[in-house]
């Protein structure tokens, strides 16, 4: 996903003069060619991530759109209040692009992780929260992201589904259950785990890469009593949204994602996945036990 | 409204006076009203007609707290209606103890949580120089205390690495900040060692503090520590 983000955002800077792209050091190298290129508009500031959120809500004052990218913990959690007041409180936007959310970089340890980014973007008002859920998501989600100016956090993961889904930002079926059959969300990259966890079972699965602002009406059309939702960052971020929307019916439902606890184990992205019963198999368990 | 090319000091202590409502104090005991002052009177190419004109000079108020001088100004100059300063932070007031860009025409930037403006303001430049508006300066006012906050040494630092020469900040000290910018050139050496100019004026001499702000050098960032009172 790292690899079309570099591929799209090059096109734009070379496409579209409004564009321009804030960086703390990280892919810089990657954006070395377009640097050379727009060198104006490929702003490195070095490890300042303060500095990477108020040079963007600069450059979006003077009427340029920009894209400002690091790692999740770094762009999201480092540089909160700079999100919250120079974008949200100046009433200006900008496309914020992430990698490493949640376990990605294991390796790297606690420092290097955010599961709980998407759950920050819930405090502020009006973000577009996206997921992709393959690489070739990314283009459209990005270059669609550039046209206006309102708030976007785009959040790239290296865990990817086999296929692209997702035309547009409403929940799709890729799995129909017999009328009133639960139902079953899985955002980003946690579709193609949910889609082995369920194999045999009468559900209902719809996927989403645009979990912000949530598709309340396809989830109020597809949603029977039992609702469970996979999400790849922090169990439960979506559950306020969800029962909201579902306030009108009697329902149940079961939010699966990151925990809470901090782990303390480095390695990899799937024993993180396993941990925290988001492989196939736990989400087999949890779905398995919710629905009994 | 005031007209405002005859506004005089007696007329800005006014409508202060109006703003805040103390009688007892005058001008002086505001720390930013000199400077503020010079800026919209002598040198801001910005009018309430080109309040919105990309190549306007923009003023950025980092330090948003105590804006009363601020808004006085503003009213001096016309960007806002004298009847504003009446209801000072009131329920149906579009100005507050801090000010808010969306509410209060002219105004560059929400702030009041310290350490946000410096980083707008290259942010600002930034954007100006990629479009080829290259005639505004950008101008940002922080507080010797705000500087206690790393934002704004992030901004320092790679303002003065990139030598972004469209950007002024303006240091208004009163000797607030609890541990002090002690050693061999105070608080302009934290710039100059950056790369920066730097000119420290009587933050009360209107000459002095054009003099100051017109002393930029090409090729870095300016910046001009105004010193006044200190801080009671």
């Known amino acids: ?292 | 409204m005031t007209a405002p090319t005859t506004t005089s000091a007696v007329a800005l202590d006014e409508l202060l006076r109006r703003l805040t409502g103390d009688e007892k104090h005058s001008a002086s005991a505001h720390s930013t009203l000199d400077v503020i002052w010079v800026l919209y009177d002598r040198l801001l190419r910005v009018t309430p007609d080109t309040a919105d004109a990309p190549d306007r000079d923009r003023f950025l108020l980092s330090k948003g707290h105590g804006p009363a001088a601020y808004y006085a100004v503003l009213a001096a100059k016309g960007f806002v209606p004298d009847d504003w300063l009446d209801d000072l932070a009131g329920p149906e007031s579009r100005l507050g103890h801090h000010p808010d860009r969306l509410l209060v025409p002219g105004v560059e930037i929400g702030s009041g949580s310290l350490g946000h403006g410096l980083g707008l303001g290259v942010g600002t430049a930034l954007g100006l120089r990629a479009q080829g508006i290259l005639t505004p300066r950008v101008y940002v006012l922080l507080g010797d205390a705000e500087l206690d906050e790393g934002s704004n040494h992030e901004a320092i630092a790679y303002a003065g690495a990139i030598g972004l020469s469209t950007l002024t900040a303006i240091v208004i000290d009163n000797r607030s900040a609890t541990h002090g910018w002690p050693g061999p050139g105070g608080i302009a050496s934290r710039f100059t060692v950056n790369g920066w100019s730097s000119v420290t004026v009587d933050g009360r001499d209107h000459d002095a503090i054009h003099d100051g702000l017109t002393a930029n050098q090409p090729g870095r960032p300016h910046v001009v520590v105004a010193v006044v009172e200190e801080k009671e």
């Not at chain 1, 405090?123 to 992709?132: E, K, S, Y």
Request: negative net charge.
């Open chain 1, 1 to 292: 996903m790292r690899d079309s983000f570099v591929a799209t955002t090059t096109a734009l800077l070379a496409d579209d003069p409004r564009t321009a792209l804030v960086l703390a050091d990280i892919s810089a190298s990657a954006f070395e060619s377009a640097a050379r290129r727009h060198p104006d508009r490929v702003l490195n500031v070095g490890i300042r991530e303060q500095l990477m959120i108020g040079v963007g809500g600069g450059l979006a004052l003077t009427g340029m759109r920009p894209i400002v990218h690091s790692y999740a913990t770094f762009v999201v959690d480092r540089a909160y209040e700079q999100i919250k007041l120079d974008l949200g409180h100046q009433g200006v936007g900008a496309v914020l692009v992430s990698v490493g959310a949640s376990y990605d970089g294991s390796t790297a340890g606690r420092t290097h992780m955010s599961p709980g980014d998407v759950a920050l973007f819930d405090t502020l008002d009006g973000w577009t929260v996206q997921v992709p859920g393959h690489p070739d998501e990314v283009p459209g989600l990005l270059r669609a992201a550039v046209q206006h100016d309102d708030p976007v956090y785009l959040r790239l993961s290296s865990q990817s589904n086999r296929a692209a889904y997702g035309g547009d930002t409403r929940l799709q079926v890729l799995q129909r259950g017999t009328p009133g059959a639960p139902l079953v969300v899985a955002v980003g990259p946690m579709l193609d785990p949910t889609l082995m966890a369920v194999a045999g079972l009468d559900v209902t699965v719809a996927y989403t890469h645009t979990p912000r602002p949530f598709d309340v009406d396809g989830l109020r059309t597809l949603a029977g009593s039992e609702v469970i939702v996979v999400e790849p960052y922090l169990a439960g971020t979506s559950s306020a949204i969800v029962s909201r929307a579902l306030s009108h019916v009697p329902h149940r439902l079961l939010s699966l994602g990151v925990g809470q606890a901090e782990v303390r184990r480095y390695g990899s992205p799937e024993d993180h996945a396993r941990w925290h019963g988001l492989d196939a198999e736990g989400l087999r368990r949890s779905i398995s036990a919710f629905l009994g």
